[in-house]
């Protein structure tokens, strides 16, 4: 199995030891590609709108965000991992993530991800854990992913691992092996099933863009769904 690793942070701290935990469970039968933000994706996404107009490969920061892309579209298993920052996601991600608002279901969905299984790994100190993942899970469920397991950790000690009482690594540990566990019993290279929810998004942007499209044959977003088949009988789950 190919899985990509997002972290939202360069720190090698309490996300990175929880990552590595879960991943330690797969890394006999996986291939793992991994990017530490913001190295990887250095650079703010300017709202220049090239990429939902024209075309993504002309982005200023195409040189990182499509390698990322790439490897997100290749890989079985997704997992993003943030600590929490005054209640949500890194700066880091968010900026990444920005990069990726062409892909998101109103616009030009690659239909890879409505098969994907993806991993959400947070921890805070106290509160936000939960807010942060939300933050990267609205992005994945709208770029058509529907399996998305959270696992989401509240310290409610220290903010460093060598400082975090034994009993509560024990029932972190605990938990991530048994979910990498889960996954690994799994035919992950098989995609996963398309919800209901998913589909229901999927139908009303359809309409959206079959009106679009009426209006403007030439319109970039309804092209791509033109040409997927989608505005027709095709589905990207099928």
């Known amino acids: 199995m190919k899985i990509t690793v997002i972290n939202g942070t360069e720190k090698h701290g309490v996300t990175y030891k929880l990552k590595e935990i879960f991943l330690d ?3 006999d039968k996986a291939e793992i590609t991994e990017f530490y933000l913001p190295k990887d994706c250095p ?23 499509q390698k990322i ?25 968010k900026a990444m993530l920005d990069h990726f608002g062409y892909r998101w279901m109103p616009h030009r969905p690659a239909k890879e991800m409505f098969g994907k299984r993806a991993v959400i790994i947070t921890q805070c100190l106290g509160a936000g854990g939960k807010s942060a993942a939300k ?19 509240k310290l409610m000690s220290d903010v460093l691992w060598d400082k975090i009482p034994e009993k509560k690594k024990m029932q972190m540990t605990a938990k991530l092996v048994n979910a990498a566990g889960r996954i690994k ?5 098989r995609p996963g099933r398309t919800k209901l929810g998913t589909k ?9 863009q079959t009106g679009l499209g009426k209006d403007n ?18 589905r990207p789950w099928k």
């Open 43 to 65: 650079n703010f996404c300017a709202g220049c709108t090239t990429c939902f107009l024209t075309d993504e490969h002309k982005c200023k920061d195409a040189e990182y965000v």
């Open 200 to 208: 229901f998004k999927f139908y009303i942007i359809r309409m959206m």
């Open 185 to 189: 019993q799994m035919d992950i290279t």
């Open 135 to 153: 933050d990267i899970k609205d992005s994945l469920s709208w770029w058509g992913i529907s399996s998305i397991k959270v696992l989401s950790f």
């Open 217 to 234: 044959p030439e319109y970039t977003d309804y092209k791509y769904w033109k040409s997927n088949g989608w505005i027709d009988k095709e």
């Open 25 to 27: 469970g797969l890394r």
């Open 69 to 93: 892309e790439k490897a997100l579209l290749e890989a079985d298993l997704l997992v993003f991992t943030s600590p929490a920052y005054v209640f949500h996601t890194t700066g880091a991600m």
